[in-house]
Each structure stands twice: as C-alpha cells, then as structure tokens.
C-alpha cells in the first residue's frame, strides 16, 4: 500500500495554487489546481483505481491516455481517463 506523501508549500510562499476539495467515493480530498485526477488520487494514496471483471486492481501505467488502465467515474461519466483529466474544486471520483 502506498503512503501519502504529498509536498507542502513553506508558509504560503506561493508554490502552489490553493487547494481545492473533490470527493473520492464521497470522502472529502486534498488536490491542487493543474493536477491530474490520477496525480490527485495517487498523492491520497489511492493504488487501486478500477478492478477488472475478474477482480484484478488496476492502476495507471502510462500516464499519457493510451493504456485506460485508469479509468474512473468522473462527475457521473464512466470510463474517463484519470490521467487526462484536470481536478476542479467539487468534483466527484468514484473508483469501482
């Protein structure tokens, strides 16, 4: 299991924009304007992102869109992928 690590800005010295909240099968989480989805839930420490229909994890491998290893549900759309979507304040991930 992966542990959270995620890089702090140093009292507000204006490394990163200011965090915004999206819900991953309804609990609250930490993300930052300009991260993926993928990059969001990897820095929860989210390792499973789907499961096959014969109960295999999945998770990214790419990172660029081609694999569809990391397909979650985005806001209700099925099958989006995490890799290539931007996290907004509010949005709902739910993982299967």
């Known amino acids: 299991m992966l542990k959270t690590l ?3 800005p140093n009292g507000g ?3 990163r924009p200011a965090p915004v909240t999206i819900f991953v099968n309804g609990a609250p989480t930490t ?3 300009g ?3 993928a990059t969001a839930l990897l820095a929860a420490g989210s390792a499973r992102f ?3 229909a014969r109960g295999a994890p999945r998770a990214p491998v790419c990172n660029m869109g081609v694999c569809f290893e990391c397909a979650v549900t985005v806001d209700g759309r099925p099958g989006t ?3 290539m979507t931007l996290v907004a304040d509010g949005m709902r991930i739910e993982r299967s």
């Open 6 to 8: 995620r890089i702090q």
């Open 13 to 15: 010295d204006g490394l």
């Open 31 to 33: 993300a930052y304007p």
């Open 35 to 37: 991260e993926t989805v």
């Open 50 to 52: 789907r499961t096959t």
């Open 81 to 83: 992928r995490s890799c």
